[in-house]
């Protein structure tokens, strides 16, 4: 079901792939863990995933308008690791889709369920939530690559 294939092979770029892949395989095991402990892994995860994404969303709250945080939130390098194109932006708009995932590529080694991959990328996007929070805006995802989607779109609107 789940299609991610980069199109993007250079290596300086798939090193930081691997750095991604790396702490995704971390977050699968620690909730893996934390099952087996007997918490409820979604929402151990969800909690510390938003609250990560709230300390990162700090670092862009001096951005003085949607261009500049884009800028900020997404610098180049890490277009390329997601091979993310900007599709709208505007004042109050940043639409963002990705066309390849280096945490669903590490679950996907791990032997992870295509279900348990779409719960693990939607813990993963509250830190994009968490960021969203801090600045002002919200988070709508229509449709990912852990869905079975071509490509991730995700659109960030500030909060009027």
Known sequence: MIKNNPTINDPDIVNLRNFIEHRASWMALLLDEAKKEGADPEKVGRNAVFRMGRIHGEKFKDAKNMEEFAEKFLPPHIRKVFEMDITNL??????????????????????????????????????????????????????????????????FKKVK
């Not at 295509?114 to 969203?132: Q, V």
Request: proline share 2%; hydrophobic share 40%.
């Open 90 to 155: 505007t004042d109050d708009t940043l639409e963002v889709h990705f066309g390849y995932c280096p945490l669903v590529a590490a679950w996907q080694k791990l032997g992870l369920s295509d279900e348990t991959i779409e719960l693990y990328c939607d813990i993963a996007m509250d830190g994009d939530r968490g960021i969203s929070s801090v600045n002002g805006m919200e988070l709508t995802l229509e449709g990912t690559i852990a869905q079975g989607k071509d490509k991730c779109i995700a659109i």
